[in-house]
Nanobody, 119 residues
Framework: QVQLVESGGGLVQAGGSLRLSCAAS?????MGWFRQAPGKEREFVAT????????EYADSAKVRFSISRDNVKNIVYLQMNNLKPEDTAVYYC???????????????WGQGTQVTVSS
């Protein structure tokens, strides 16, 4: 299993930006981000394949978020702009050989990083 360590979460005002990072212990084909808000199910946010040629976003993230990868350092980033209070959640990094928008496509998960957006 791959070890994943997220960082970059925090408290930000609505309209602000944050960049999440996830460092992997070794290279994986697909790396993605999911989030879980209190009382809600975990939901897909974004994913990228190895080269970045195939990226997918949730509808809520398509315009405001951007996923990118540094394959030399085995890090995946999630740049989040124009944050809204409804983006408040614990954000989880995931890695696997399949990827996609379902959690089942990933074998390894990070511990999560809290993102709180105040209005």
């Amino acid at each position: 299993q791959v070890q994943l360590v997220e960082s970059g979460g925090g408290l930000v005002q609505a309209g602000g930006s944050l960049r999440l990072s996830c460092a992997a212990s070794r290279r994986q084909y697909a790396m993605g981000w999911f989030r879980q808000a209190p009382g809600k199910e975990r939901e897909f946010v974004a994913t990228s394949n190895w080269s970045g040629s195939e990226v997918e976003y949730a509808d809520s993230a398509k315009v405001r978020f951007s996923i990118s990868r540094d394959n030399v350092k085995n890090i995946v980033y999630l740049q989040m702009n124009n944050l809204k209070p409804e983006d408040t959640a614990v954000y989880y990094c995931a890695a696997g050989q399949i990827g996609g928008q379902r959690g089942g496509g990933y074998d390894s998960w990070g511990q999560g990083t809290q993102v709180t957006v105040s209005s």
